[in-house]
């Protein structure tokens, strides 16, 4: 059965560090583009970072230089390493795939959220000031 489960969430305090994990099936794991997406309370979800089956990466401008994007072959798992957090990243973050190939644009994955059909239930991350 297709699936993306996360995990890795929690509170945290500012400047601190955590990392999801999203454990994928192996049909869904062999899609082109995967990645994150995090929707705080009363905002919009937003692109945070996505991969390529190719090891290509995009981020989100607020998260470049604290965040990174991953894959483990072997355990057909995408991880967020996510340091130095701010109040502001306090969000649900979720796992997403493109099922359709659509999400490849300009020779790297978009971080529109439009293109991933395919999403996980999503982990909190929380933190604090």
């Known amino acids: 059965q297709a699936q993306l489960v996360e995990s890795g969430g929690g509170s945290v305090q500012a400047g601190g560090s955590l990392r999801l994990s999203c454990a994928a099936s192996g049909y869904i794991y062999s899609r082109r583009c995967m990645g994150w997406f995090r929707q705080a309370p009363g905002s919009e979800r937003e692109g945070v970072a996505v991969?390529?089956?190719?090891?290509?990466?995009n981020y989100a401008d607020s998260v470049k230089g604290r965040f990174t994007i991953s894959k483990d072959n072997v355990k057909n798992t995408l991880y967020l390493q996510m340091n130095s957090l701010k109040p502001e990243d306090t969000a649900m973050y979720y796992c997403?795939?493109?099922?359709?190939?659509?999400?490849?644009?300009?020779?790297?994955?978009?971080?529109?959220?439009?293109?991933?059909?395919?999403w996980g239930q999503g982990t909190q991350v929380t933190v604090s000031s």
């Open positions: 991969i390529g089956s190719d090891g290509s990466t």
């Open positions: 997403a795939a493109d099922l359709f190939g659509r999400a490849y644009v300009s020779r790297m994955c978009s971080l529109d959220l439009a293109w991933y059909n395919y």
